[in-house]
């Protein structure tokens, strides 16, 4: 009987050392940056979000966000289209097949919302952004400050107003300054502020306005000046969010929560953006 007894109690310890030891090990691999919780969602696989973003989302998108995202959910394809935030108002407007629209001022997002193409539950003022006035990098000419852009005899780089959120914050800068009506003349309108980047960093140029964000990515330009506080009225504001016709609706809420998780803010900050708050 005493030897069935200590039969019995040596399973029963070796029992609770295999179950400490599994819990141990989870544990430690927890620790050391594992789980036994797989880090990827695949309750998404086979889903695409299709995202329209203004020009200058551009290289934090594909750089950076879209990586990110795909990563934590590999069966989700994220398919970006960039233009101007007016030119992407009349693409969706006609037909554009978005989920997520993310617009570098309030005028093109408000006009889907009045139009009924915009889920306004999940409309967020989301980042602002500077600008910024802009030479090529070994540029000597006197420039530096808006007021300057009078004596410049050469071109004056901006996004056209008609369609491009960065001309419409450059014209009202340049009438708040009152140099609007002597520097028209001289304008190169760009159709979106990444083509205004790129006359300035080639030269083709001698200075443009740009956004902050913008000019940090090129190091072909530098930046003169900020536009001055008094100068601009309307903030730069990047809203984001949903489009009514979104096909698949579960990974687009997956993508924008994503955006407004503590990893996706910091990669905006660390592009120049600043968050809304």
């Known amino acids: 009987m005493k030897s069935m007894k200590k039969v019995l109690f040596v399973a029963v310890l070796l029992a609770i050392v295999v179950v400490s030891v599994s819990s141990c090990s989870a544990g430690l691999f927890d620790f050391l940056g594992g789980s036994s919780d797989n880090a990827t969602d695949t309750s998404l696989d086979g889903q695409e979000v299709k995202l329209a973003a203004a020009a200058s989302l551009k290289n934090v998108y594909d750089e950076k966000l879209i990586p990110m995202f795909e990563e934590k959910y590999p069966g989700v394809k994220v398919t970006p289209t960039y233009a101007s935030s007016g030119d992407l108002q009349t693409q969706i407007e006609n037909g554009l097949g978005a989920d997520v629209f993310m617009s570098a001022a309030n005028k093109q997002m408000n006009a889907l919302v009045d139009e009924g193409l915009v889920d306004n539950d999940t409309n967020l003022q989301f980042l602002e952004n500077k600008v910024v006035l802009i030479v090529p990098k070994d540029s000597t000419a006197n420039i530096s400050s808006f007021d300057d852009l009078k004596n410049v005899e050469g071109n004056i780089a901006i996004g056209d107003p008609e ?32 083509a205004v980047l790129n ?41 984001v969010a949903a489009l009514k016709n979104s096909t698949d609706s579960s990974a687009t809420k997956a993508f924008m929560d994503f955006l407004q998780t503590k990893e996706a803010k910091d990669v905006f900050v660390d592009y120049g953006f600043t968050l809304h708050e």
């Open 199 to 239: 006359q300035v960093a080639q030269g083709s140029a001698d200075c443009g306005i740009v956004y902050a964000t913008d000019a940090k990515s090129n190091d072909d330009v530098k930046v003169v000046c900020e536009a001055p506080e008094n100068a601009l009225k309307t903030p730069v504001i990047y809203p």
């Open 163 to 194: 369609s491009v959120p960065a001309g419409q914050y450059a014209q009202e800068v340049l009438n708040n300054t009152g140099i609007w009506d002597e520097v028209e003349p001289k304008l190169s309108l760009g159709t979106d502020v990444t």
